[in-house]
């Protein structure tokens, strides 16, 4: 995030405005990849009347990235008219898709519109891992021709890749199809449970050797030290921190006009068929619940080793069974990058395989004398 | 000083934030923050107003300064964001481009 983007949002998180929203526009799906956590029927997506007078009630509550995503976006009929409606409000739009279905003409019309930014899932640079994910045969290739229509007006790219136990060897050469295609690349080894509960998904997340391999690549998290160092103890301000920007200045609305702190925080706090967004965002109770946490008061998390440096998801926490606990996931991240158990992982007395072989010892994970050995 | 007409460029993205207009350039992503003149520049720029009434209507309204130095101003800043593609500005009206509208919350 620039400096001044940085500036903004703290000042937006201090005025209770939502710079950033992610608006799935549906859960339809033409593609059915083996990880992914939405039920792709139709329960009765807003319709288009519903979206645009959504649209203008989140340009009036100051909403100013506004992030498309589905389900694919390209299968809603309206896809355009309502991206046309999004960039007359002036809307910084960015776009999630499989790009399938985007062939030179949808590219153009893209570029005429000012999108800020196209992300694009690409499993494996090789047809059968990617198209075995997708379980769509021929989806790797249009994927790659739709990355290049959108490359040719001009627009930012950037592949996502989603690693899990299926692809975890491929993500070089997916880095590589990248520079070739001249887009930016990201990496993402978070699997989510599915939107009913259903945890076994998490099945296909790559184990903690693999992780801790990725942590400890270059071309991936910089510089490796760095990435892989021990946390600071946890200062004043760090406990007075917010967890992140989920009910901040970021939420998530479903298709259905379902309002979430976040896509991965599916604690419901309204609905924009029944209340305005704005008053969802302000005065909803759980909204602000979730508002009102801060690592300090977080009962595991606060006390652990990681506490100034751990990526703890709050909505993987929520889906773990309480928002203010730990998130499983991240404690494995956190382990796989410096061998240190979480606070969590000592306390479920399951530090799983010690990548270091250091005996962590108790003091660690108490506080200041991690601070002393970081 | 012939007659100038702005209009917002409707490849931006732009909200107002705090008083403030935050704007991101569509021609490389780069964010803006608008001074208190820049914004009434951009919220007025529909372009069928002229600079000089923009500037008797809004500026000097609100600022205690000569109207022929706030109008010399307003053109330095008003070519200034038309530099960063933010405005566009002509000395014809300039029609709101059918592609994309314009909004100015």
């Known amino acids: 995030m620039s400096g001044l983007m940085e500036e903004m949002a703290a000042k937006a998180q201090r005025l209770n405005i939502p710079l950033n929203v992610q608006l799935d526009l549906t859960y339809r ?52 008219e309502i991206v046309e409606h999004a960039r007359r409000l002036m809307f910084c739009v960015k776009l999630k898709t499989n790009a399938v279905l985007i062939g030179k003409r949808e590219a153009a019309r893209l570029r005429e519109l000012a999108i800020e930014a196209i992300q694009v899932s690409i499993y494996s ?25 959108l490359k040719s007006q001009g627009l930012s790219v950037t592949i996502a890749n989603v690693v899990m136990r299926q692809n975890i060897s491929d993500y070089a050469g997916v880095q590589q199809l990248a520079e070739e295609l001249g887009v930016e690349f990201t990496l993402d080894p978070t699997i989510t449970p599915m939107m009913d509960g259903d945890r076994s998904t998490l099945s296909l997340g790559v184990g903690s050797d693999a992780l801790s391999g ?47 702190p976040c896509v991965q925080f599916p604690l419901p706090t309204g609905n924009v068929r029944r209340e305005r967004f704005v008053d969802i965002w302000r005065h909803s109770s759980q909204m602000n619940e979730v508002r009102s946490i801060r690592v300090k008061d977080l009962p595991t998390c606060s006390s652990c080793a990681h506490a100034s440096n751990c990526t703890r998801c709050p909505g993987l926490a929520f889906m773990e069974g309480n928002m203010r606990g730990p998130s499983s996931q991240d404690c494995e991240k956190s382990f796989a990058r410096t061998g240190i158990p979480s606070a969590n992982m000592l306390a479920k007395n399951r530090t799983a395989a010690n990548l270091v072989q250091i005996r962590p010892l108790p003091a660690l994970v108490s506080g200041p004398a991690a601070g002393a050995m970081a | 000083m012939s007659t100038l007409y702005l209009a917002r460029n409707p490849r931006v993205a732009a909200r107002m934030l705090d008083g403030e207009m935050m704007i991101m350039s569509g021609r490389d992503s780069t964010l803006f923050t608008l001074n208190r003149t820049a914004t009434i520049l951009w919220q007025s720029a529909d372009g069928s107003t002229p600079l ?31 530099g960063h593609e933010i405005l566009r500005i002509s000395n014809e009206p300039i029609p709101e481009p059918a592609a994309l509208g314009g909004d100015r919350r």
């Open chain 1, 29 to 80: 799906c033409n593609e059915r990849c083996v990880h992914c956590y939405l039920d792709h029927r139709d329960h009765g997506e807003m319709t288009t009347p519903e979206i645009k007078r959504l649209l203008d009630e989140m340009a009036d509550a100051g909403v100013f990235i506004l992030t498309l995503s589905g389900g694919e976006i390209f299968l809603r009929k309206d896809f355009f």
């Open chain 1, 125 to 149: 640079h090789r047809p059968e891992v990617h198209d075995g994910i997708t379980l769509v045969p021929g989806s790797l290739k249009r994927s790659l021709d739709a990355i290049r229509f």
């Open chain 1, 214 to 260: 990725l942590f400890r690549e270059s071309s991936l998290v910089g510089n490796v030290d760095e990435f892989c160092a021990i946390a600071a103890e946890p200062g004043q301000d760090e406990l007075e921190a917010t967890p992140c920007s989920a009910g901040h200045t970021a939420c998530y609305v479903s298709p259905y006009g379902d309002v979430f």
């Open chain 2, 52 to 82: 000089d009434r923009i500037v008797e209507h809004r500026i000097c309204s609100e600022y205690d300064v000569p109207a022929s130095q706030a109008l010399n101003d307003a053109e330095a800043l008003a070519r200034e964001l038309a």
